[in-house]
Protein backbone atom coordinates (compact mmCIF):
# COMPACT_ATOMS: atom_id res chain seq x y z
CA UNK A 1 0.00 0.00 0.00
CA UNK A 2 1.24 3.67 -0.77
CA UNK A 3 1.55 6.12 2.03
CA UNK A 4 -0.89 6.79 3.77
CA UNK A 5 -1.85 10.99 4.34
CA UNK A 6 -3.28 12.32 7.32
CA UNK A 7 -6.90 14.28 6.77
CA UNK A 8 -5.52 16.70 9.13
CA UNK A 9 -2.23 17.43 6.77
CA UNK A 10 -1.47 21.12 7.89
CA UNK A 11 1.70 21.10 9.44
CA UNK A 12 1.97 17.23 9.91
CA UNK A 13 5.09 16.30 10.40
CA UNK A 14 5.59 12.97 12.57
CA UNK A 15 9.20 12.60 12.61
CA UNK A 16 10.34 9.36 12.62
CA UNK A 17 7.81 7.21 14.06
CA UNK A 18 4.13 7.23 13.01
CA UNK A 19 1.73 4.81 12.66
CA UNK A 20 1.31 1.35 12.12
CA UNK A 21 -1.49 0.84 10.29
CA UNK A 22 -3.67 -1.49 11.11
CA UNK A 23 -6.02 -2.74 8.38
CA UNK A 24 -6.97 -6.60 9.15
CA UNK A 25 -9.91 -6.32 12.41
CA UNK A 26 -8.04 -9.73 13.22
CA UNK A 27 -5.04 -7.53 13.70
CA UNK A 28 -6.52 -4.98 15.61
CA UNK A 29 -8.46 -7.10 18.07
CA UNK A 30 -5.03 -8.95 18.68
CA UNK A 31 -3.33 -5.57 19.93
CA UNK A 32 -6.87 -4.86 21.92
CA UNK A 33 -6.68 -8.49 23.66
CA UNK A 34 -2.66 -8.43 24.45
CA UNK A 35 -3.73 -4.65 26.47
CA UNK A 36 -3.67 -5.88 30.00
CA UNK A 37 -5.26 -2.14 30.89
CA UNK A 38 -6.71 -0.72 27.91
CA UNK A 39 -9.43 2.25 27.71
CA UNK A 40 -12.07 3.44 25.26
CA UNK A 41 -11.99 7.24 24.87
CA UNK A 42 -15.13 8.14 23.25
CA UNK A 43 -15.63 11.51 21.38
CA UNK A 44 -18.50 13.40 20.19
CA UNK A 45 -18.49 12.29 16.33
CA UNK A 46 -19.69 9.36 17.53
CA UNK A 47 -23.34 10.53 17.99
CA UNK A 48 -23.93 10.58 14.50
CA UNK A 49 -25.98 7.53 12.69
CA UNK A 50 -25.01 5.64 9.89
CA UNK A 51 -26.68 5.88 6.87
CA UNK A 52 -28.98 2.99 8.10
CA UNK A 53 -29.82 4.64 11.00
CA UNK A 54 -26.98 2.81 13.29
CA UNK A 55 -26.15 4.79 15.89
CA UNK A 56 -22.13 5.26 15.83
CA UNK A 57 -22.13 4.98 19.74
CA UNK A 58 -23.26 1.46 19.47
CA UNK A 59 -20.49 0.46 17.97
CA UNK A 60 -18.19 2.09 20.97
CA UNK A 61 -20.71 0.43 23.13
CA UNK A 62 -20.38 -3.82 21.47
CA UNK A 63 -16.64 -2.99 21.13
CA UNK A 64 -16.59 -1.81 24.94
CA UNK A 65 -18.76 -5.11 26.49
CA UNK A 66 -16.89 -7.43 23.56
CA UNK A 67 -13.48 -6.92 25.18
CA UNK A 68 -14.09 -5.56 28.78
CA UNK A 69 -12.60 -2.69 28.58
CA UNK A 70 -13.60 0.68 30.81
CA UNK A 71 -15.09 3.76 28.75
CA UNK A 72 -14.01 7.07 29.21
CA UNK A 73 -16.72 9.92 28.17
CA UNK A 74 -15.67 12.81 25.99
CA UNK A 75 -17.43 16.13 25.49
CA UNK A 76 -21.46 15.45 25.55
CA UNK A 77 -20.93 11.61 24.94
CA UNK A 78 -21.84 10.61 28.54
CA UNK A 79 -25.57 11.52 28.18
CA UNK A 80 -25.87 9.92 24.95
CA UNK A 81 -24.24 6.43 26.91
CA UNK A 82 -26.78 6.99 29.90
CA UNK A 83 -29.85 7.27 27.42
CA UNK A 84 -28.41 3.77 26.24
CA UNK A 85 -28.25 2.26 29.72
CA UNK A 86 -24.35 2.31 29.44
CA UNK A 87 -23.05 3.98 32.63
CA UNK A 88 -19.43 5.40 31.75
CA UNK A 89 -16.07 4.72 33.84
CA UNK A 90 -15.25 8.54 33.69
CA UNK A 91 -16.02 11.35 32.35
CA UNK A 92 -13.32 13.65 31.20
CA UNK A 93 -12.71 17.17 28.54
CA UNK A 94 -10.35 15.36 26.12
CA UNK A 95 -7.41 17.81 27.18
CA UNK A 96 -7.63 16.56 31.16
CA UNK A 97 -7.62 12.70 29.93
CA UNK A 98 -4.43 13.36 27.96
CA UNK A 99 -2.66 15.04 30.70
CA UNK A 100 -3.76 12.33 33.07
CA UNK A 101 -2.54 9.51 30.51
CA UNK A 102 1.19 11.34 30.30
CA UNK A 103 1.38 10.70 33.92
CA UNK A 104 3.56 7.49 34.86
CA UNK A 105 2.01 7.17 38.08
CA UNK A 106 -1.82 7.66 37.44
CA UNK A 107 -3.72 4.78 38.56
CA UNK A 108 -5.87 5.06 36.06
CA UNK A 109 -9.79 5.13 35.52
CA UNK A 110 -10.84 2.26 37.93
CA UNK A 111 -7.61 2.67 40.60
CA UNK A 112 -5.90 -0.12 39.32
CA UNK A 113 -2.78 1.07 37.48
CA UNK A 114 -2.34 3.17 34.17
CA UNK A 115 -3.46 2.11 31.41
CA UNK A 116 -1.03 0.60 28.67
CA UNK A 117 -3.94 0.77 25.48
CA UNK A 118 -5.77 3.72 24.97
CA UNK A 119 -8.51 3.62 22.44
CA UNK A 120 -9.59 6.78 21.11
CA UNK A 121 -12.66 6.81 19.04
CA UNK A 122 -14.91 9.72 17.72
CA UNK A 123 -12.09 12.47 18.61
CA UNK A 124 -12.16 15.30 15.92
CA UNK A 125 -8.93 15.16 13.75
CA UNK A 126 -7.16 18.42 15.04
CA UNK A 127 -7.91 17.08 18.51
CA UNK A 128 -7.15 13.58 18.48
CA UNK A 129 -3.91 14.61 16.56
CA UNK A 130 -2.64 17.21 19.11
CA UNK A 131 -3.66 14.89 22.02
CA UNK A 132 -2.29 11.75 20.14
CA UNK A 133 1.20 13.62 19.42
CA UNK A 134 1.23 14.74 23.16
CA UNK A 135 1.30 10.91 24.72
CA UNK A 136 3.67 10.22 21.44
CA UNK A 137 6.50 12.39 22.88
CA UNK A 138 5.31 12.23 26.27
CA UNK A 139 3.74 9.20 27.74
CA UNK A 140 6.47 5.93 26.58
CA UNK A 141 4.79 4.06 28.74
CA UNK A 142 1.31 3.88 26.90
CA UNK A 143 0.41 2.59 23.18
CA UNK A 144 -2.35 4.52 21.28
CA UNK A 145 -5.08 3.45 19.21
CA UNK A 146 -7.34 5.11 16.81
CA UNK A 147 -10.85 3.43 15.54
CA UNK A 148 -12.15 6.96 13.41
CA UNK A 149 -12.32 6.36 9.86
CA UNK A 150 -9.63 8.53 9.58
CA UNK A 151 -5.71 8.01 9.52
CA UNK A 152 -3.58 9.60 12.56
CA UNK A 153 0.04 9.63 12.19
CA UNK A 154 1.02 10.23 16.08
CA UNK A 155 -0.95 7.11 17.41
CA UNK A 156 0.53 3.63 17.94
CA UNK A 157 -2.21 2.19 15.60
CA UNK A 158 -3.87 3.61 13.35
CA UNK A 159 -6.99 2.53 10.69
CA UNK A 160 -6.07 3.69 7.09
CA UNK A 161 -8.20 6.34 5.59
CA UNK A 162 -11.69 4.82 4.74
CA UNK A 163 -13.16 6.68 1.74
CA UNK A 164 -17.03 4.96 2.07
CA UNK A 165 -18.45 4.39 5.48
CA UNK A 166 -19.48 1.15 4.85
CA UNK A 167 -16.28 -0.31 4.43
CA UNK A 168 -15.70 1.16 7.61
CA UNK A 169 -18.73 0.05 9.60
CA UNK A 170 -17.37 -3.28 8.07
CA UNK A 171 -14.06 -3.24 9.88
CA UNK A 172 -15.95 -2.08 13.21
CA UNK A 173 -17.94 -5.31 13.03
CA UNK A 174 -15.57 -7.82 12.21
CA UNK A 175 -13.45 -6.06 14.99
CA UNK A 176 -16.30 -6.81 16.95
CA UNK A 177 -17.09 -10.21 16.15
CA UNK A 178 -12.94 -10.82 16.67
CA UNK A 179 -13.29 -9.36 19.69
CA UNK A 180 -16.02 -11.36 21.29
CA UNK A 181 -13.84 -14.76 19.79
CA UNK A 182 -12.09 -14.43 22.87
CA UNK A 183 -8.51 -15.99 23.18
Known amino acids: MSAVLPRHRVNVLTGTK ?12 GQI ?28 VDLSRAADIPVCATAQTRGKLVEMGVQPDCVYDAIEIV ?27 DLGSQGLSTLKHFAPHLKTMTLCKHYFPHASYSLPNFKKDAKWQEFLEG ?5 KKGE
Open 175 to 179: LIDEL
Open 99 to 125: NALKDPEWKGVKKEGNHDLVLFFGIRS
Open 33 to 60: KKAKRPLLVIGPLLLGSTPEGKLLMEYA
Open 18 to 29: SARLVEEAAECA
